[in-house]
């Protein structure tokens, strides 16, 4: 089951050196107790555990790593009680409705991220679990039709582990041991199943690309890792010796547990011998270990190092300290909300991603564009814009396909990433107060496709009926005026035949709101969607301040219709949990300032983007570029770059960017020196410089802004021309300038040198550039290094 030469003939089309499992050396198994890892913050936890264990019985560590709890005189384990749900305790009642991982990339918050899965951790470890499977490192986002994108952050792996070590701290905080997935490169739900697809990648792509958001991770002290369902190399991931031995407990230096995904454990030895840490009693049965041990067939020092694998992450987490409430039924009432609704309420504004805004002009005498100014009338159109029929929402078939968009307001997935909301707010909803407050009129039609089925009109004196009414637009009928508001269907008042050509041109502002869903266990097959297209371009043939708001899975394109004249703003953004219309208006109206960023290119064609792999030797033969680096290495033109999103005020970037040198001593040297220590060589994670630069706002109104990075590497490192190394999410008033400083760790500026199987820094000219988008680069400097 090793990898062949034929897979790695890949390689060689790929230009490096080697791949995973053409070593047919097994690396030296990477326990715990030969001290090859500098535990570092969790030294204490692993004392504990390695003291604990030391006190077992072989029968006793094997119902740890199968997973059972015991208790004999005063040694007891409990077990975990574990649970899914990244974006809300999954199947259970009376929990809080949080936004998708997706969203909270797009808040380029770190904070914020830690403080939202400090809250999500609360309803965990309140509802008596204590593992969560989560947070979600893979799929990256190689393909943009992946499923299960809305699990995760983003493609771009730094921004993603910047946002996931916090995602981790925020769970460990609350008591919560986390379990990184999926290990490793499940890009796709298609052919996702043992023996399906096998993620095919050279060693640069998978220590460059794959694997450097879970390095975060483990530095920050993620204590689990779930194996996927695919294979990596021609191998089963949970199988995988050079995956999970070498890549994971060796390079990447973690101490915890390696669990199965759902039936992805394959054998007993084989998985016991390849890193699997805590699996099924049907393959590690007491008889099964044990005679293994007793025929060398596995070592009594790896039941060791699997039993302190599984229990590290208890004393790590302070579980041991006994306060944690015991687990409840999924129906059961206790209120483990908190405040919660107000993080995921701050969460969904700040994910909000302004893609456009043309606020320069009028219709009907009134301000078009965003924010929203005392409309008189307001037309709200789409199916996502009102409540579901049935709701809040349901849980679908995970293997089916999902549909690919939601009848009713989508605020979050299907699949183990599905909420259990306790309500969700839509924008109608949401839109009510405002519209009331402002003595603003609203038309609706809560549906993509709609055509009225009623007649008009008074017998005998009627105009007209059904989709056939006679209708009177821009003209006559009460209503017109200075302004020149146009009358209301057909001179009906509001009891007009519905129809979105009436309702767009009797409407000063026409909201229209679209979305695009997707889940666990397959894939979209589309990236836009034909009914809400024409939608749109029927409501913005009538109405020129046409505003849509698109709350989506991944990427959707929106070229239908985005260079029409008449559409003035786009609200882009994830899908957005319980809040999300109180969200959505907040920036509609403008009390909430737009700050968002994308954290995935929009492409101009669905067909620019890399394709599901069809097949079963899925070959990752771009290598390391993915999204924003597999369009600029073509120089693809896109729609929106990513790291864009406005704001109603605008910054001014300084020209000055400087760069210094903060450890010349670490520069120096071109492989790390240090110890390995959690995530990797201990010093990848030292500073080595730092840039600096400031922006000001030189709008009129109070803002954020998200500042970032690029680095552009020497020729030897094989780089894409430009990567994200540094971000910074500033708030600004009005007329003032805030300084900028990035702190560029060894990390950020190595490669991983395949020969020597070290990461290095590159000699020559470096480039760091800071800009408003990875296509908005506003000044940039350069450094010999
Ligand atoms: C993947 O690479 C292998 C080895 O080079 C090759 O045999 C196979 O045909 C490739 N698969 C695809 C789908 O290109
Ligand atoms: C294979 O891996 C082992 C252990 O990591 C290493 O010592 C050895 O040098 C490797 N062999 C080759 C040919 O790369
Ligand atoms: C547990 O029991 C053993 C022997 O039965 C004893 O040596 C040990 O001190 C006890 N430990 C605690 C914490 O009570
Ligand atoms: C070792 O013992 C186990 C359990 O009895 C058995 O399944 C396995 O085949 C044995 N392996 C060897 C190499 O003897
Ligand atoms: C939620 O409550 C906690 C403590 O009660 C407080 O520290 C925190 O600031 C509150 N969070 C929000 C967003 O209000
Ligand atoms: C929008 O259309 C109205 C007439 O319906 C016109 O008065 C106004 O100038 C137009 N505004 C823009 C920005 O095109
Ligand atoms: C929209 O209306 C059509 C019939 O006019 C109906 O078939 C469809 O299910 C409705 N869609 C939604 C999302 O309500
Ligand atoms: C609208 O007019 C068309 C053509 O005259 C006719 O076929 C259709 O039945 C009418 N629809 C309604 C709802 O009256
Ligand atoms: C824009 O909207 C106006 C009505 O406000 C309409 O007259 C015009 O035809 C629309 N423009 C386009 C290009 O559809
Ligand atoms: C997208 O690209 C495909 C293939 O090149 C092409 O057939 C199609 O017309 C393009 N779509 C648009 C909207 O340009
Ligand atoms: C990239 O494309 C733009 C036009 O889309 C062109 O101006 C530019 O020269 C191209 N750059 C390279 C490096 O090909
Ligand atoms: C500079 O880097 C060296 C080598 O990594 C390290 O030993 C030293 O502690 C660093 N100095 C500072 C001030 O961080």
């Excluded at 789409?382 to 409540?387: D, Q, R, V």
């Excluded at 599905?418 to 009331?436: G, K, M, N, Q, T």
């Amino acid at each position: 089951m090793r990898a062949t030469g034929s897979i790695c003939a890949l390689v060689a089309l790929a230009n490096v050196a080697s791949c995973v499992g053409t070593n047919t050396t097994l690396p030296k198994r990477p326990l715990l107790a030969s001290g090859i890892v500098d535990l570092g913050i969790a030294s204490n936890a692993y004392e504990k555990a390695k003291a604990f264990v030391g006190k077992l019985t072989n029968a006793q560590k094997v119902k740890i790593i199968n997973g059972h709890s015991f208790t004999a005189g005063n040694i007891s384990w409990a077990g975990y009680a574990g649970k899914d749900g990244i974006d809300g305790v999954n199947n259970q009642a009376y929990v809080s409705g949080f936004s998708t991982a997706a969203a909270v990339g797009m808040t380029w918050n770190p904070d914020l991220a830690e403080a939202h899965y400090l809250a999500l951790g609360e309803e965990f470890y309140g509802t008596g679990y204590n593992l969560i499977n989560g947070p979600v490192q893979s799929p990256n986002g190689r393909v943009a039709w992946s499923g299960r994108l809305p699990e995760s952050i983003s493609p771009e792996p730094y921004l993603s582990g910047i946002m996931e070590a916090k995602t981790v701290t925020g769970f460990n905080s609350a008591g919560v041991v986390t379990v990184g997935r999926h290990f490793a490169v499940d890009e796709q739900e298609t052919n996702r199943k043992v023996g399906g697809y096998s993620s095919n990648v050279d060693e640069k792509t998978l220590m460059e690309l794959y694997l450097w958001p879970f390095a975060d991770s483990v530095k920050s002290g993620m204590m689990g890792v779930m194996c996927s369902l695919n294979g990596v190399n021609g191998q089963v991931a949970c199988e995988n010796d050079k995956l999970l031995n070498d890549y994971l407990k060796t390079k990447l230096g973690f101490p915890g547990l390696v669990l199965p995904d759902v039936a992805a454990q394959q054998s007993s030895y084989g998985s016991a011998n390849a890193g699997l840490d805590y699996g099924s009693s049907q393959y590690w049965s007491e008889t099964i270990i044990l005679g293994g041990i007793a025929n060398g067939t596995l070592t009594q020092a790896r039941l060791d190092d699997m039993a302190t694998r599984v229990v590290i992450g208890w004393y790590y987490a302070n579980l041991d300290n006994g306060k944690q409430p015991s687990t409840i039924s999924g129906s059961e009432y206790r209120n483990v909300r908190g405040n919660h609704s107000a993080t995921i309420k701050q969460v969904a504004r700040e994910a909000i991603v302004l893609l456009k805004n043309n606020n320069d002009g009028t219709r009907n005498g009134l301000p078009i564009g965003l924010p929203i100014r005392k409309p008189r009338a307001i037309g709200v159109f789409g199916a996502h814009a009102g409540p579901v029929m049935a709701g809040p929402n349901q849980v679908f078939s995970v293997t089916g396909s999902p549909a690919q968009i939601y009848p009713g307001h989508l605020a979050g997935i299907t699949g183990s990433g599905e909420d259990s909301f306790p309500y969700v707010v839509d924008p109608h909803v949401a839109l009510l107060s405002r519209i009331i407050a402002d003595d603003t009129s609203v038309l609706w039609i809560f549906n993509n496709t709609y055509t009225s089925p009623y007649s008009i009109g008074i017998p005998g004196q009627g105009t007209g009926s059904g989709s056939n009414a006679s209708i009177s637009v821009g003209s006559s009928g009460g209503g017109g005026g200075a302004g020149g508001i146009p009358s209301f269907p057909g001179g009906f008042g509001t009891g007009g035949t519905p129809s979105f050509e009436t309702y767009a041109a009797s409407s000063d502002v026409c909201l229209v709101f679209i979305n695009a869903w997707s889940g666990e266990g397959a894939d979209r097959t589309e990236l836009s969607n034909p009914g809400q297209d024409a939608m749109v371009n029927v409501v913005a043939d009538n109405c020129n301040n046409t505003i849509v708001v698109a709350n989506v899975a991944g990427p959707r394109i929106l070229d239908a219709w985005i260079e029409h004249p008449n559409i003035t703003a786009v609200l882009y953004s994830a899908l957005l949990g319980q809040d999300s219309g109180n969200a959505i208006v907040d920036v509609l109206y403008g009390d909430v300032n737009p700050s968002g960023k994308l954290t995935y290119t929009i492409a101009k064609n669905a067909t620019d983007y890399i394709p599901i792999c069809e097949t079963l030797q899925c070959n990752f033969t771009e290598g390391v570029y993915i999204d924003y680096r597999y369009f600029d290495k073509s120089n693809t033109s896109v729609r929106y770059p990513f790291g864009h999103g406005l704001s109603y005020t605008s910054f001014a970037y300084s020209k000055d960017v400087t760069v210094t040198i903060t450890n010349q001593t670490a520069l120096n040297s071109k492989y790390p020196t240090g110890s390995l220590g959690l995530g990797g060589d201990a010093d990848m994670f030292d500073e080595v410089l730092i840039v600096n630069t400031s922006v000001l706002n030189s709008g009129a109104r109070d803002g954020a802004e998200v500042v970032q990075l690029y680095v552009g590497f020497p020729a030897e490192a094989q780089q894409p021309v430009q990567i994200l190394r540094g971000f910074s999410k500033v708030q600004v008033k009005e007329g003032q300038t805030a300084n900028i400083s990035f702190s560029i760790r060894r990390r950020d500026i190595s490669y991983w040198d395949t020969s020597a199987e070290k990461w290095a820094v590159a000699s020559g000219i470096y480039t760091f550039s800071v800009g408003s988008s990875s296509r908005d680069i506003k000044s940039t400097t350069q450094l010999h290094i």
